[in-house]
Each structure stands twice: as structure tokens, then as C-alpha cells.
């Protein structure tokens, strides 16, 4: 089955995640993540792409994307995932033992509205879910850390937001999302379908060839061959 497409396109905004090659750990000390950080800021100078919110994670990353041209995003986290694995394999001397990535980087568009925050929440409480730490603003991997600062840590990494962010926002971030929220998240994850309502992800879907990733996978279910003439159930 080919790939679906991937949206990409200018001032749209994206989730985009992408794990270690059979979950393994890709970052496994404090300098890793630092490493990783600085190789961010390095691809913001040669991309035309924002972070708006991120969250790095031991063997996995999410990022809310938004590119500033038509492809943005996609040259962004290329040459970012190239980077780190070649720089990867020379810090842990292990080049010609496999990848580090489980493949190519996984993301979907997402609606500049309240889903966009429920989407943030979830990319920003990813540690704490994973019990990491008690508090998701004590993660220092990532964008509510460092939004939380007096001043952003260097390197800066983050742009603002194209809509505020809820009142209270850390108390927010560390509550739990509701299961619809959660459900509708790991289904986008999973499909690489649109995050928004209805209307919009069917328009979004349509203008950019996303029709496939709000279909169930697989085949559809056969008929018996005598199903249309079986009488009806009265209720």
C-alpha cells in the first residue's frame, strides 16, 4: 500500500512525532537532549519553519510545527533526523549497526482552535504521563519548561503562539486530557488524518488528498450471499 501523502504547506500548523528504531532510547543522558536542542536551533537557521511547542522524550519527540513556506516542515525535521543520526552514531561510536529511527517522521495538520490547545497540553503533559516527573512543567526537555522560565533558555527554540494560550496554562498542561480528547489525538497519530471538527477536517482531508486517512484500514466486510433478502430485526 503507497504512503499517504503528507500535508506541508506554508502558516499551517502540525503535530509531528517520530520514535527510536524499535522504541529503543535515543536520548540517554542529559547531554543528549542538549545536543539535540542545539541541533533545533541549527536547523531553524536553515529551515523556513516555527516550533511552537515540543517535547523530547527517552526513546521518542512530538513537535507542534509550522512551516513559513510550502514544504517547510518536511526539510525542518529531514535535516534535523539526518543530523542527529549521523552525530549520534559518531558520539556512541556505532555507525553501520542500524538506525536510530524507527523511519520516516510521522504528522498531521491540526486546526488553529481549541484543538490546537488540547493538542499542546497532550504534547507538553508527555512526561508527566509517562511519570517522569510530578510535574509536566519540571521536564526540562521541552517547550512548557522553558516557556515557564522568566526568559526562554538558550538556544532559543520557540515562536509564539498564533492563538493565547488558556488562562493558568501550567495547571492545565497537568491536567489530565479527557479519553474523547485522547481518542481523537492517537487516531490522527495513527492515520496521519486532520485534528479538528468535523467540517474541517473533511474539507482539509479533501483539499489535500487526506480523504484515505479518515477510512478505517482494510478491506470492507463481504455480504453473505443471501444477507440482502435476510428479514430485518424490528426494534
Given amino acids: 500500500m503507497p504512503r499517504p501523502k503528507r500535508a506541508d504547506e506554508k502558516d499551517a500548523i502540525y503535530h509531528a512525532l517520530n520514535r527510536g528504531n524499535g522504541r529503543s532510547t535515543i536520548f540517554k543522558k542529559d547531554a543528549d537532549y542538549e545536543a539535540f536542542e542545539n541541533i533545533l536551533a541549527e536547523g531553524l537557521t536553515r529551515s523556513s519553519c516555527r516550533i511552537l511547542s515540543y517535547q523530547l522524550m527517552p526513546n521518542h519527540w512530538h513537535f507542534v510545527l509550522q512551516p513559513t513556506v510550502d514544504g517547510g516542515m518536511s526539510d525542518f525535521l529531514r535535516w534535523v533526523s539526518l543530523t542527529h543520526t549521523m552525530r549520534y552514531h559518531a558520539h556512541y561510536k556505532t555507525a ?140
Avoid: M
Wanted: charged share 35%.
Fill in 96 to 235: 553501520g549497526e542500524g538506525h536510530v529511527y524507527q523511519g520516516r517522521f510521522k504528522s498531521f495538520p491540526v486546526q488553529d482552535d481549541d484543538h490546537f490547545l488540547v493538542l499542546c497540553r497532550y504534547v507538553e503533559r508527555n512526561a508527566k504521563r509517562a511519570k517522569l516527573v510530578k510535574d509536566a512543567e519540571d521536564w526540562r526537555w521541552g517547550s512548557l519548561y522553558r516557556w515557564s522560565r522568566s526568559s526562554e533558555p538558550l538556544p532559543r527554540l520557540l515562536t509564539p503562539w498564533p492563538i493565547p494560550r488558556e488562562a493558568n496554562w501550567i495547571r492545565r498542561v497537568n491536567e489530565p486530557l479527557d479519553e474523547k480528547e485522547i481518542d481523537s489525538i492517537r487516531w490522527s497519530i495513527r492515520r496521519g488524518s486532520p485534528l479538528g471538527e468535523p467540517g474541517w477536517v473533511e474539507s482539509i482531508a479533501r483539499r489535500l488528498d487526506l480523504e484515505s486517512t479518515l477510512r478505517p484500514r482494510g478491506r470492507p466486510k463481504k455480504k453473505l450471499p443471501n444477507e440482502s433478502r435476510l428479514p430485518r430485526n424490528e426494534s
